[in-house]
């Protein structure tokens, strides 16, 4: 084991003891690593993640930004034990504060997806059991990627279709309840996923051994399936390439939210507070975004306020 692979295994169990979730920063960091010491290096430089990031692959903007803020952080904790690692600049990567524009499945789109995730290969059927079901559940309660995965099995009432998010964004907690239909969806997934366990698991969603599902394994799982109904181009050596995202399907459940509103003849303002709470945003700006966001919800709330103003001059 090379210097920088026993400094990060020493790096991720501090910071795992003081309660941080490293799940998908260990992944990033271990590539990082590996990447160094192909080189034969023993330091971190800005050079070198600039070589990384050239040999790594194509991603967008906001996923480099993460990355970087991953090395750095590691590189910071190295500099700190000998000045000769280099922490990169914040500035390296030009991304600015301009959120990517979602992508918005149509009704159809999700129905294929629920549907391709019932054919995933499985050992036991528990994997063409599971993803059909947590896409299904975030596509129909806009739950974030990583609030899906952290429920546990008490996490869901599936007598009252209540879901209590525990470790929502920024720590926060929230009631989530659902629709009848997906009560019972719930409640069947839970009922088969033991049967085939012959146990009871910890987590509500399991991979075929039982364990927790990693966000590693459910972004690649969409992306496999993504890539089986042509939302994405397939590509070579299971990379992920680029094209909508798992998190796309909370973009669309508020979309399509917003724009049943309009459409029904709402007042969105007045509405607004539910799916504020329901999203579980910090402010309600982030969900008013989606109107600029969304060419349709744009226009339908161009064509409001032009009718309210009509309204309010008229004599």
Known sequence: MSALSAELDRYLAIRRSLGHDLRTAERILRRFVGFAEAEGEDHVSTALFTRWQAAFGAAGRQTWAARLRMVRLFAQWLHGLDPRHEV??????PHGSRRQRPFIYSQDQIRRIVEAAAELPSQNGIRSLTYPILFGLIAVTGLRVSEALSLGVGDI????????????????????????????RLRDYASERDRLL???PPTFFVSDKGDPLTDCAARYNFTHVCQAIGLREPQRFNRHGRGPRIHDLRHSFAVHTLIGWYRTGQDPDREMIKLITYLGHSTPA?????????????????????????EEVRP
């Open 88 to 93: 990169p600049p914040p500035d390296l990567l």
């Open 157 to 184: 009432d599936l007598r009252a279709g209540v879901i209590t998010v525990l470790h929502g964004k920024f720590g926060k907690e929230r009631l989530v309840p659902v629709a009848e239909t997906t009560r019972l």
């Open 198 to 200: 012959g146990r009871r």
């Open 286 to 310: 982030h969900t008013y975004w989606y109107i600029e966001a969304v060419p349709e919800l744009l226009e339908l709330a161009s064509r409001r306020a032009e009718t309210s103003l009509g």
